[in-house]
């Protein structure tokens, strides 16, 4: 069973509960993971199914040098990746996925910070997918730099460097179209 971020072993809990609690927990994260990278839904939903068995037929193997959540996360990106590498998929446009609604907002301040929010998910999708991954994981996800690195296979330092040059990459985009995205 998991628990928080670690894997409880309780007996005779059945496979399909463990099964079952992995992806109440995580799924609907991993599933907006997933469609950060096909950018639809449908398919975002059969990738999430094949990771949770990925994780399921593995979950033996998890030797919990990290903690569960990081350990998803990294079975769910190399099967994302293995996706954008086998299909070629069209661009569309990112919804406000990633945002909670914040209730005390006016009607217009609700639109103007849809719209902005709109206009950066369009700029973080132009990006190439090594720094979409990271301000996606860093900012929306709210992971740490060090389990980026764990996720993602990478060096600390790649992370940084990938992350530092997503923003000013961002940062650039912001200013050619005149917005002022950042209040």
């Given at each position: 069973?998991?628990?928080?971020n670690t894997?409880?072993?309780e007996y005779?809990?059945?496979e399909i509960?463990?099964?079952?609690?992995?992806m109440d927990e995580?799924?609907?994260?991993?599933k907006?993971?997933?469609?950060t990278?096909?950018?639809?839904w449908q398919?975002?939903?059969?990738?999430t199914q094949?990771?949770f068995?990925s994780?399921?037929?593995h979950?033996?193997?998890?030797?919990?040098q990290s903690?569960?959540?990081t350990?998803?996360?990294?079975?769910?990106?190399?099967?994302?990746?293995?996706?954008v590498?086998?299909?070629?998929?069209?661009?569309?446009?990112?919804t406000n996925?990633?945002?909670q609604?914040?209730?005390?907002?006016?009607p217009?301040?609700?639109?103007?910070?849809?719209?902005q929010?709109?206009q950066?998910?369009?700029?973080?999708l132009?990006?190439?997918i090594k720094?979409?991954e990271v301000?996606?994981l860093?900012?929306f996800?709210?992971?740490s730099?060090?389990?980026?690195?764990?996720?993602?296979?990478?060096?600390l330092?790649?992370?940084?460097s990938?992350?530092?040059?997503?923003?000013?990459?961002?940062?650039t985009?912001?200013?050619g179209?005149?917005?002022?995205?950042?209040?």
């Amino acid at each position: 069973m998991v628990k928080g971020n670690t894997v409880v072993k309780e007996y005779p809990k059945s496979e399909i509960d463990q099964l079952s609690d992995l992806m109440d927990e995580y799924g609907e994260e991993i599933k907006r993971l997933a469609y950060t990278y096909t950018k639809n839904w449908q398919q975002a939903e059969d990738i999430t199914q094949e990771i949770f068995i990925s994780a399921f037929n593995h979950l033996n193997d998890f030797r919990e040098q990290s903690t569960i959540k990081t350990w998803i996360y990294r079975i769910a990106i190399n099967k994302c990746k293995d996706y954008v590498r086998s299909w070629h998929y069209t661009k569309t446009l990112l919804t406000n996925t990633f945002y909670q609604k914040s209730n005390s907002l006016s009607p217009e301040e609700e639109y103007l910070e849809s719209e902005q929010k709109e206009q950066i998910s369009k700029l973080i999708l132009q990006l190439p997918i090594k720094y979409r991954e990271v301000i996606i994981l860093y900012y929306f996800k709210e992971f740490s730099l060090e389990e980026i690195a764990v996720a993602l296979d990478s060096n600390l330092n790649t992370v940084k460097s990938r992350l530092r040059r997503a923003k000013k990459n961002l940062e650039t985009k912001m200013d050619g179209e005149g917005g002022d995205y950042i209040g």
